[in-house]
């Protein structure tokens, strides 16, 4: 069953977590979390594909290489992107005081960032921040490890999912954060996972990667891809399931309950926008391919036309079929039916008769459903988006100073 609660990273048999206050913040909150298991684990993480990768992405990349980690430690308030070899040194220097700290070896630590580009670690703060959250692990540090790593999110993101394999309980927890310059191919977007589920590494990572495609890489707040993103997972195997090593019906029940972990994370990220006063799914279907049904999808998720007439509650559907039309994939209007809500707006090439007050209605609404039926197959596809609002600008151009 999942769970959106406070388990989260400490729900999973061995796990335990810390978030403290470091100084790194401008705010003076939680800025440093650390995330242990007390025996190896097998990891596996998808990261951003900006070419312009943060220094503790390229860190962790190489964790994730090796197959094994015991720990992540994670700061927000600064991305340590775009800093050059300091910026490389200060990176591995996180991995190697939490190594020393937690009695491991550098290479098994994870290490992320979050926050303003272009600025270098204080290393002095880092320092006595992850040796105060080593110190504090604790089984019910899921929480304050989740506020520790969130930026402009009005909240932490965790969720907690147990299964059976076998005849063994298996348990995930999670913690993200993630608010604004989410686009797809990862977002800024940070996203630890722990499992005490015993399984092959390549099957690990493999079912990572699949999962990612439809659930992390289906939302887009802003349209922006972010420097520093990325999902890891750790499984220690703890739960003591006969290990997963082939494509077996284990593994689909694992990578069910993982896609159920991402799905839910990916829309409470969407959900929390930053500045967002409205949740939008965007549903097409009757494509020729998923890849043709997701391109419309964000398309009309990335418009900041259709945003912003969410925003003032407009139901102005011509923004979202002109959305459509310029995708860049194939698309008969007089095949194509859209809807906002259970609402009929446009139908086979031009605007369609409906109820004004029902639309009101649903247009006042949080959680809206754009549906775009495309009539040329079978295939589809469905993004996660939130409207375009004042409070987004003002989020934005505020942020450095």
């Not at 896609?259 to 994370?265: E, R, Y």
């Amino acid at each position: 069953m999942f769970r959106e609660n406070n388990a989260g990273v400490t729900f999973a048999k061995g796990f335990t977590a810390a978030g403290v206050k470091a100084g790194i913040k401008k705010s003076g909150k939680a800025d440093i979390a650390v995330i242990y298991t007390e025996k190896e684990a097998v990891v596996a993480g998808t990261f951003t594909q900006n070419a312009v990768a943060a220094a503790p992405v390229h860190v962790s990349k190489a964790v994730v290489k090796s197959g094994t980690a015991f720990a992540i430690v994670a700061n927000a308030g600064c991305a340590n992107a775009c800093t050059g070899q300091q910026g490389m040194d200060d990176a591995n220097q996180m991995a190697a005081i939490t190594a020393q700290e937690l009695g491991v070896k550098a290479d098994d630590v994870i290490v992320a960032s979050t926050g303003v580009i272009g600025v270098n670690l204080p290393m002095d703060k880092m320092e006595l921040g992850i040796k105060a959250a080593v110190k504090d692990l604790n089984a019910n540090g899921s929480v304050a490890a989740g506020n520790a790593i969130i930026t402009t999110d009005t909240k932490s993101k965790a969720c907690s999912l147990e299964i059976k394999i076998g005849d063994k309980k298996v348990r995930l927890g999670a913690i993200a954060k993630g608010s604004g310059m989410i686009q797809p191919n990862m977002a800024t977007m940070l996203c630890f996972i722990t499992t005490d589920a015993a399984i092959n590494q390549k099957l690990l990572q493999k079912a990572l990667s699949e999962v990612v495609e439809t659930s992390f890489n289906m939302i887009s707040v802003d349209g922006d891809m972010s420097t520093n993103d990325m999902v890891v997972v750790m499984a220690n195997g703890m739960a003591e399931n006969v290990e997963i090593t082939t494509e077996n019906d284990d593994y689909k029940i694992f990578c069910d309950a993982l896609d159920k972990i991402c799905t839910g994370i990916s829309q409470e990220i969407a959900k929390d926008g930053e500045g967002a006063t409205k949740f939008l799914t965007i549903k097409v279907t009757g494509s020729t391919s998923f890849a043709d049904a997701k391109t419309v999808a964000m398309s009309v998720a990335k418009s900041p036309l259709v945003k912003t007439a969410f925003f003032g509650q407009d139901a102005n559907w011509g923004r979202v079929i002109c959305a459509v039309g310029y995708a860049g994939v194939q698309m008969i209007p007089e095949q194509t039916i859209v809807k906002f809500g259970d609402i009929t707006v446009f139908d086979k090439g031009m605007g369609a008769a409906f109820d004004q007050a029902a639309l009101r209605d649903v247009m006042e609404a949080h959680d809206i459903e754009i549906s775009i039926d495309m009539g040329l197959g079978d295939e589809e596809a469905t993004v996660w988006s939130c409207d375009l609002s004042y409070e987004y600008v003002k989020i934005n151009g505020e942020y450095h100073t």
